[in-house]
């Protein structure tokens, strides 16, 4: 981020990412990578302002063996499947609003529904390497932020979930396509 007078901040992706892969190296990634999300989403307007859309779904923008940075795009009256990340995961919003069903694996595997997180602009979160969570884009426009993992999210081995039976089943493009579905 880059300061240009006293209340306005512009947004670089680039700077972003460099953040992101000093925030990973350090001791405590997990506090670092959380200050970094809280003072890059203070200011969402900033980040659309410099974030052109790229696409639907994930464009990852950065990715080695510490940490991946990625742009994410929710699509309205889609439920993407419950899934992992196996890693620490940080969210955080920047157009549109976000809405993150939580869960957690019973003693008997199956999924718990834990909370709703409801993500407007300017806000994050994170997710430990065992957090499951479903996404929607709550109304009718997607909602776009940026996602830091702390690790390989492209070749580590995670699961998606049935929503509705709760079974478990490798990650593939196959599966999560199979297991998307309609917003009821």
Do not use: C
């Not at 925030?23 to 302002?49: C, K, W, Y």
């Not at 929607?136 to 996602?147: I, M, V």
């Amino acid at each position: 981020m880059t300061h240009t007078g006293e209340h306005s901040v512009t947004f670089s992706l680039d700077e972003f990412v460099r953040e992101a892969r000093s925030a990973a190296a350090q001791e405590h990634s997990v506090s670092a990578v959380n200050r970094l999300m809280a003072r890059t989403f203070a200011d969402p307007g900033a980040i659309s302002a410099a974030v052109q859309p790229m696409g639907s779904g994930d464009e990852p923008l950065f990715e080695d063996e510490q940490v991946s940075v990625y742009w994410v795009s929710f699509a309205p009256q889609e439920l993407v499947p419950p899934h992992n990340h196996k890693m620490p995961a940080f969210l955080g919003v920047y157009q549109g609003v976000e809405v993150n069903r939580l869960y957690r694996r019973s003693k008997s595997g199956s999924l718990e529904a834990v909370k709703e997180k409801r993500m407007q602009p300017g806000d994050t979160l994170s997710l430990g390497g065992e957090g499951i969570h479903a996404v929607y884009a709550e109304g009718n426009a997607p909602s776009l932020g940026l996602h830091i993992y702390l690790g390989r999210l492209s070749t580590i081995e995670r699961e998606v979930f049935d929503s509705e039976t709760g079974e478990a089943m490798p990650f593939t493009t196959k599966n999560y396509q199979n297991l998307l579905r309609p917003l009821e």
